[in-house]
């Protein structure tokens, strides 16, 4: 051979060796006896081979015997050379993958040469092939999550183009995959959704289109909620994909929207009236107190009068129905842009009234409300009174922050519910003292029964005509231990307000007949009967076990009710005393005059007998009283009503009752109220006197 051409042979060797050596991959080159002619480096370190044993002319099986030597290879050599071999024999170039027991996995190409024998190159594809698999596994894991969504889900590409569109936002739209065809710009989605009904047509589809696209070029997500023709709400968050094109979720926010809606109302507002409720009232208050120069205003507590009576006549429903018409009236008794109304719970509201420049203005409105209400709430026939109470509280006179002004005008409300009902009352500093009084009255009140404090005086009535003592009536004193005698118009209303009155009421009738079955017969025994007393279911039951205990007739007994308890409307009220007037016990409207005088309560409930208040005989020398008194005798004859005048304290006064026909009359003249002894003494010698006379 040529010097030269062995020179060129030899670098040309050299280059080939030298590219060999440098290349990425690994390579191997074996003769057709399948023994190796050259490898390189990555050869030996890809599958961690000793460079001693791998030697050119080593064959090829003991190349793979000593890589399972080694523990490179995951199989026997014996294995390794069978899925070979056919390759070899081939002569065909192929390409298969091998995994070392390390878990790597190598890409093994084969390629046959010319001259018999072969050339393997190989690369270690581990990271690749574990990049792939990743991959796919998110591939799998994003349909998955896609078709699970609870939202609807779009994607578009860099170029605006639908992509993606899972089930969902089929569902929700309620639409069929041929609908929206992939390749949808987001123009078109709009289109195609109003066209279809499903998104109102009121959408300014370029507005809708450009505003997104600016939000997604910047990089930001825009949500926004979107009201479906059919009433649904869908909140649709659009966010910028970090490889261009963005992603739309749709979210049926419907049943969220309802309950937030729901959860703020009732946060905020009473559920009967749909008045805001205490803690809305509290935060308004407070806004208004919190302004750094806040402007007068005037806080009114209101309380219903006789509600209770609603609620058990005509059930609860009646109840919430009046609840919402007082609160309708409330409503329309104020000024809708600055004060509010709330209810605080039962048949508690209160106003916030602004704009006050002196207590007449808060007047003005009490009386507004106080006779808004007094109008008789009529609903299907029937005919519900109720009243109302005010107390008033005026900022900053009354009190520089809420507390103390909601007090202060609960109060004053106190106040009017004792003085009468239908009132309005204003705060005055001493009435804080007078309720710390009225409660440890009431305290005190608490053990008035278990300690035998409780005694009734009993006052003689007489018939005018004959002058004949008729009966007397049990009126209740309490000696107090800490306190001495306490008037019932002290202790009374106290009475009622705790509940005490029933058990009071329940003990005055037995002990008013137990005294009264010692009389001389015929002798007629009254006991005062409270509204409430009425109202509890048992009140006829204890009134014949009263009766009976005693071996009292019926006949004897009359019992003294006021004008508010026919008032009450009440079926249990009225049940009752129709039940009680079947067996013979009289009833006695009592302080007639005092109160609304209408005579159509006489025509709902026949009473048998009508008490003139007091103070019409103490005024029965004016004229005007005079004819009064007269047209209440009149009517009572007319009707087969007695009459009693009550308060008679002079012979006057007893002669013009006597010329104008009054059937009974009871005062100091007659006999003042005395304790059970004098009283017995009283009655016997007058019946005696009487039986001589
Ligand atoms: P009332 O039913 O109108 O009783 C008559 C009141 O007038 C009694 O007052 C009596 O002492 C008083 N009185 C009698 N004659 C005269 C007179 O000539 N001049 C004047 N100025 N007053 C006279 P009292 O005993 O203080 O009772 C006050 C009220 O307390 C009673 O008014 C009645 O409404 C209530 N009361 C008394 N006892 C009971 C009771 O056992 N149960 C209930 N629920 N209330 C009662
Ligand atoms: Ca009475
Ligand atoms: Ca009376």
């Keep these: 051979m040529p010097q030269h051409i062995e020179d060129e042979l030899r670098e040309q060797n050299e280059r080939f060796s030298a590219a060999v050596e440098n290349m990425s991959h690994g390579l191997c080159m074996f003769d057709a006896d399948e023994r190796m002619i050259i490898c390189n480096g990555n050869y030996i370190n890809i599958f961690c081979l000793d460079a001693k044993v791998i030697r050119p002319g080593i064959r090829f099986l003991d190349i793979l015997q000593h890589s399972v030597d080694i523990g490179v290879a995951s199989q026997t050599a014996e294995e390794l050379y069978a899925i070979r071999k056919p390759y070899i024999d081939q002569a065909k170039p192929s390409t298969y993958e091998e995994i070392l027991s390390d878990g790597r996995t190598i890409d093994i190409s084969h390629r046959p040469l010319a001259s018999g024998g072969w050339v393997s190159i190989y690369e270690d594809i581990t990271v690749q092939r574990r990049a792939e698999q990743e991959l796919k596994e998110q591939h799998r894991r994003f349909d998955a999550a896609l078709a699970n969504m609870s939202q609807g889900l779009l994607m578009y590409d860099v170029d605006g183009k639908l992509i993606v569109r899972n089930q969902r936002f089929l569902e929700l739209f309620r639409l069929d995959k041929a609908d929206f065809p992939f390749g949808l710009t987001h123009r078109e989605l709009l289109g195609l959704l109003i066209d279809r009904g499903i998104y109102p047509d009121d959408i300014d589809v370029e507005d809708e289109v450009s505003r997104t696209s600016a939000s997604m070029q910047a990089g930001e997500t825009r949500s926004t909620y979107r009201h479906l023709a059919d009433g649904r709400a869908l909140m649709i968050a659009r966010r910028p994909m970090s490889g261009g094109g963005w992603v739309a979720t749709f979210d049926d926010v419907t049943e969220r929207r309802r309950v937030e809606e729901r959860m703020t109302q009732l946060a905020h507002y009473d559920t009967v009236t749909g008045l805001p409720n205490r803690s809305m009232f509290r935060e ?25 009576a609603v609620n058990d006549t005509w059930g609860h429903p009646a109840g919430d129905w009046l609840l919402k018409c007082v609160a309708e009236r409330l409503q329309r008794c104020l000024r809708k842009d600055t004060d509010i109304v709330a209810r605080f719970g039962g048949d508690e509201f209160v106003i916030l009234q602004s704009g006050v420049r002196d207590s007449a203005d808060a007047e003005k409105l009490a009386k507004r409300i106080v006779e808004s209400i007094a109008k008789p709430f009529r609903d299907r026939g029937r005919d519900m009174h109720v009243g109302i109470s005010v107390g008033v509280a005026i900022f900053p006179n009354d009190g520089k922050d809420a507390e103390t002004l909601l007090k202060n005008a609960d109060m004053a409300l106190y106040r009017a519910k004792g003085e009468g009902r239908n009132l309005c009352r204003f705060f005055e500093p001493a009435m804080d003292a007078m ?30 005509a004959s002058g004949e003592i008729v009966g007397a009536e049990a009126l209740m004193r309490w000696h107090s231990r800490t306190r001495g005698v306490v008037v019932p118009d002290e202790f009374i209303p106290a009475a009622e307000e705790t509940g005490l009155i029933i058990s009071f009421g329940e003990w005055a009738l037995r002990k008013a007949c137990t005294a009264a079955a010692s009389w001389p017969p015929g002798l007629s025994i009254a006991v005062n009967v409270s509204a409430m007393q009425l109202r509890n279911g048992g009140f006829a039951r204890n009134v014949i076990s009263a009766l009976a205990f005693s071996g009292v007739p019926a006949s004897r007994l009359e019992l003294e009710i006021t004008e508010t308890v026919l008032m009450d409307e009440s079926d249990t009220v009225l049940k009752a005393l129709r039940q009680l007037r079947e067996l013979g016990v009289r009833i006695a409207l009592d302080d007639f005059g005092t109160g609304y005088s209408s005579l159509g309560y006489l025509r709902r409930f026949p009473v048998d007998k009508i008490k003139i208040d007091r103070s019409f005989t103490r005024d029965i020398s004016n004229r005007h009283t005079a004819a009064i008194v007269r047209t209440i005798i009149a009517l009572g004859a007319e009707l087969g009503i007695v009459v009693t005048a009550e308060g008679v304290e002079t012979e006057k006064q007893l002669d013009i009752l006597r010329k104008d026909g009054c059937v009974e009359a009871q005062g100091y003249l007659i006999g003042p109220p005395s304790n059970a002894a004098d009283i017995l003494r009283l009655l016997k010698s007058s019946a005696a006197r009487s039986h001589s006379g």
């Design 284 to 308: 308004r208050l407070d806004q208004a107190l919190g302004k750094t120069k806040a402007a007068p205003l005037a806080i009114l507590s209101l309380d219903l009068d006789r509600f209770k």
């Design 435 to 464: 309720v710390r009084a009225r409660h440890a009255l009431e305290i005190d009140l608490e053990t008035a029964l278990p300690r035998q404090e409780l005694d009734l005086d009993f006052q003689p009535i007489m018939n005018i």
